[in-house]
Every structure is written in C-alpha cells, then in structure tokens.
C-alpha cells in the first residue's frame, strides 16, 4: 500500500493546473458569483466607482495568485500601503490591479448566497462558507490515495475577531482561532477535515471524538490501514470499535504518563539499538501529519489579517491547496525521474500561472496608464502591443508626458502609432532614415 495521486493529478506537473484540482472553476464561480451580489450592496457606499465594477474569474484568479504571491515572499502581513508603494512596494502588485481594488475585493470576498444564510444557518453553523468547503474536501479525498500510516489531529487557524466558535488552546502558536480537525497522510497530504463548530455541533449523539474519527476516516474505512491520534481521541472503546466495524487499527497516546495504547501492535517488542519500546517509534513516526501540513502552511501562509471567520476559512483552504499541489507535484516529479523545483518556487509559479490571463486581458484596455503597460508588457515577457484604435484618432495624449500635464497632440510616432508631443518627438529626414 504506497501513497500515490489519483485521477486527473497522476502525471501532472504543472502548478497552475494541480492549484485548479482543488480550487477548481467550480469554486472560482461560485465566489465570483456571491461576490458579485456583494459588490452590487457596497457599490452604493462609494462615490468613486473606478474599482466598484463587478468582478469576474479571471480576476479573482488573480486575486488568488496575488495572495499566494504575498505568501511564499512572507509578506502576508505587511502593509498593503507598503506592498503597493510607488517606490518601495513590489513592482507586481500594481500590474496586476489598484491597491483600491485589491482591498474593495478583499472586503467583498463572499462564498455563499446572502439572501439565504440565515436561514441555513439555523441548521448549519459553516454556512457562509459551506459550498466551497465541502467542494475543497471532495477534491482533496479524490485526487490522492494515503498509504498505510493516516494522522488525526488539531490545526488552529489564527484568527481573533468574532466568531461563537472561536477556540482558545494555550499550546498553539496563535492560540486563538478556528479549529480544524484533520486526517492527514503522513507526509502532510489534507486528506479530509471537520471544523469545529463548538460543543453544540451536531454529532449524532456519539462523544466528539468518536464522532471524528468516524466522519474523517469515511474514505478509508475498510483497508487495513492504521490512525495515530493524540489522547483526546484515545480510548479503548472507540479503538476497539475502529477495528471492529472499519478494519481500521489506531495507535494513540492516554495522559501524560506516556502510556500508549495500540491495537495493531502484538506484545511487547523493543527496537534494536534502543532502550524504547516499537510501539512508541511507531507512534513517533506517524503522529506528525498534521503537524507538518500545519508547519508547511505556516511557512508560506497566505493568511492576511481579518475580522471575518468565513475568509480566516478560505486563507486556510487556499494554504492546504498549495500544500497538497506541491505534494503531488513532487510525487509526479520523482516518478518522472526529475528533481522538483523548491517550493518557493513553485509557489511564484503558481501565482504567477493565475495571474497571467487577467494581465493578458488588462493589457488590452486602452485607456491604462503607460508605465503599468510596460510593466505588465515586461512580466509577461512581450513586446507592448499597439493599439489599433489610435490609427483612427487625429489627436490624443502624450503616451511620455504624465497623465497630469494632460499634453494634447496630433504627432504619431511611425513606429508604435502612439501620440507623442514636440518634446518627445524628434524629426529626421527622408535621407537618413533610409
């Protein structure tokens, strides 16, 4: 039993198209669809609508590629006055759209229908974010096949704004914040995960940790593959009915005293060269799933700073997204007998995979200001196109001379039709420039 991708991720090594696995155009739609019922409620609060217009896939796309850019630079919680300064700021941030825009889309971000939620929060504490949630799940548990070692344990998502389902847990780094429970390969592969939604959730009247264990392991219930869980879920009962019902053993710490409690193990056995039982390297080995998915989200976190948990969820999935990508992705490369690029640079890649089509379409709007075509021109790797429209227009502005001085001009330079004005232009005879 060897962990391996499944489906449409067997052989792909393209990050752009493994992101798309998991935040698939499915996802993309729906949250440019609520958003744009978003956008149309806020627009009205502005007076400038130059970045209130709807949004659209490409753009959100971009969105994305921009906060996995933040990301894997760690600068996801710097300033987005510094990220967009016209000096000091990443030079990319502009290309791809206004710092207004960014942060009007950001306040928008929406994953559900409004006029509903209420309603469907009655009986679903996740329903803001339910939809993509359950989606993101899917993909995960379909595009990879564990192997024989799984993990169950806690992730905490920072996050300190208000929420009935906050949770406080003093051992975590951030302490405050969404709890996520998780069943991870042990190489750090999401292969499902819970949030916890407070004491009240609905568990079918089984104890919470029971219930856990059951709904993550659904996908692999029946294969003889073995669960290390930390105290919280170790119990002889929930052990006994694992393997019982599900074929499935569980290897578990009880209490501080460190005694293990397994039934996969037989007896009592000693490692050579070690004054510890196997059960405890076993329980060292395959325990820090979880952690190391937690640890490789950390590292290149695309988390900014928010006061709403729905979008604390989503930084979440697009973390666990790349995490499982670059875990395909190497799979894939290994089997290809290549060495992997870092996962930094995966990472640029990847951002830079999705905001490539909506710079593409942005460099065709005419009335884009020079210094931003040029740099877009230069991130894609082309030349500036020439506008056919100016080849029709007897005057228009200075492409040289800032927006500002507004200079009207009727010269045209041969080689690029733009307009240019006496200061920016020069004059050669037919002679020379033959």
Same mark, same amino acid.
């Given at each position: 039993?060897?962990s391996?991708?499944?489906?449409?991720?067997?052989?792909?090594?393209?990050?752009e198209?493994?992101?798309?696995?998991?935040?698939?155009?499915?996802?993309?739609d729906?949250?440019?669809? $609520?958003?744009?019922?978003e956008?149309?409620?806020?627009?009205?609060?502005?007076?400038?609508?130059?970045?209130?217009?709807?949004?659209?896939? /490409?753009?959100?796309?971009?969105?994305?590629? =921009?906060l996995?850019?933040?990301?894997?630079?760690?600068?996801?919680?710097?300033?987005?006055?510094?990220?967009?300064?016209?000096?000091?700021?990443?030079?990319?941030?502009?290309?791809?759209? &206004?710092?207004?825009?960014?942060?009007?889309?950001?306040?928008t971000l929406?994953?559900?229908?409004?006029?509903?939620r209420d309603?469907?929060?009655?009986?679903?504490?996740?329903? &803001?974010?339910?939809?993509?949630?359950?989606?993101?799940?899917?993909? #995960?548990?379909? $595009?990879?096949?564990?192997?024989? $070692?799984?993990?169950?344990?806690?992730?905490?998502?920072?996050?300190?704004?208000?929420?009935? @389902?906050?949770?406080?847990?003093p051992?975590? &780094?951030?302490?405050y914040?969404?709890?996520?429970?998780?069943? #991870?390969?042990?190489?750090?592969? =999401?292969?499902?995960?819970?949030?916890?939604?407070g004491?009240?959730?609905?568990?079918?009247? !089984?104890p !919470?940790?029971?219930? @856990?264990?059951?709904?993550?392991?659904?996908?692999?219930?029946?294969?003889?593959?073995?669960?290390?869980?930390?105290?919280?879920?170790?119990?002889?009962?929930?052990?006994?009915?694992m393997?019982?019902?599900?074929? =499935?053993?569980?290897?578990?710490?009880?209490?501080?005293?460190?005694?293990?409690?397994?039934?996969?193990?037989?007896?009592?056995?000693?490692q050579?060269?070690?004054?510890?039982?196997?059960?405890?390297?076993?329980?060292?080995?395959? /325990?820090?799933?979880?952690?190391?998915?937690?640890?490789?989200s950390?590292? $290149?976190?695309?988390?900014?700073?928010?006061?709403?948990?729905?979008?604390?969820?989503?930084?979440?999935?697009?973390?666990?997204?790349c995490?499982n990508?670059?875990?395909?992705?190497?799979?894939?490369?290994?089997?290809?007998? !290549?060495?992997?690029?870092?996962?930094? *640079?995966?990472?640029?890649t990847?951002?830079?995979?999705?905001?490539k089509?909506?710079?593409?379409?942005?460099?065709?709007?005419?009335?884009?200001?020079?210094?931003?075509?040029l740099?877009?021109?230069? !991130?894609?790797?082309?030349?500036?196109?020439?506008?056919? *429209?100016?080849?029709?227009?007897?005057?228009?502005?200075?492409?040289?001379?800032?927006?500002?001085?507004?200079?009207?001009?009727?010269?045209?330079?041969?080689? #690029?039709?733009m307009f240019v004005?006496?200061?920016?232009s020069?004059?050669?005879?037919?002679? #020379?420039?033959?």
């Amino acid at each position: 039993m060897r962990s391996r991708p499944a489906g449409a991720a067997r052989g792909v090594t393209n990050a752009e198209n493994l992101f798309s696995l998991f935040v698939n155009e499915t996802i993309i739609d729906a949250i440019v669809k $609520y958003t744009n019922q978003e956008i149309l409620i806020q627009k009205v609060n502005y007076n400038d609508s130059t970045f209130t217009k709807e949004t659209t896939n /490409k753009e959100v796309r971009a969105l994305l590629g =921009l906060l996995i850019y933040f990301g894997a630079l760690n600068h996801n919680h710097t300033s987005t006055k510094v990220l967009w300064h016209e000096s000091r700021g990443l030079r990319i941030t502009r290309t791809v759209m &206004p710092l207004a825009r960014f942060e009007f889309l950001i306040n928008t971000l929406r994953f559900d229908d409004k006029l509903t939620r209420d309603a469907r929060k009655e009986i679903d504490a996740l329903a &803001p974010i339910r939809e993509v949630w359950d989606k993101f799940i899917e993909h #995960c548990k379909e $595009y990879y096949i564990p192997g024989p $070692y799984c993990c169950i344990d806690e992730q905490l998502l920072a996050f300190r704004g208000n929420s009935r @389902f906050r949770m406080y847990i003093p051992n975590k &780094p951030a302490k405050y914040g969404l709890k996520l429970v998780m069943l #991870c390969n042990s190489n750090g592969y =999401l292969i499902n995960a819970i949030p916890y939604t407070g004491k009240k959730m609905n568990t079918g009247g !089984q104890p !919470q940790a029971a219930f @856990f264990v059951e709904k993550l392991s659904e996908t692999i219930q029946g294969s003889n593959r073995n669960i290390t869980v930390d105290n919280w879920f170790s119990s002889v009962p929930l052990f006994n009915d694992m393997l019982s019902k599900y074929n =499935l053993t569980m290897v578990g710490k009880k209490n501080k005293n460190v005694l293990l409690l397994s039934n996969m193990h037989q007896g009592y056995s000693m490692q050579q060269n070690s004054k510890l039982p196997e059960i405890i390297h076993f329980y060292n080995n395959t /325990k820090g799933g979880v952690d190391l998915l937690d640890q490789m989200s950390a590292q $290149y976190s695309c988390s900014r700073k928010t006061r709403r948990w729905p979008v604390c969820l989503f930084y979440g999935i697009l973390n666990s997204a790349c995490v499982n990508s670059y875990i395909i992705y190497k799979e894939n490369t290994f089997l290809n007998k !290549q060495t992997p690029q870092p996962r930094v *640079e995966f990472l640029f890649t990847l951002a830079e995979g999705l905001m490539k089509p909506w710079l593409e379409e942005r460099l065709q709007k005419p009335t884009l200001r020079r210094g931003i075509r040029l740099a877009i021109a230069e !991130q894609l790797g082309i030349d500036e196109p020439r506008h056919a *429209e100016n080849d029709n227009r007897r005057a228009g502005r200075c492409c040289i001379c800032p927006r500002s001085r507004d200079v009207k001009t009727t010269i045209k330079c041969i080689e #690029c039709k733009m307009f240019v004005c006496k200061s920016h232009s020069l004059s050669i005879c037919a002679n #020379c420039r033959e």
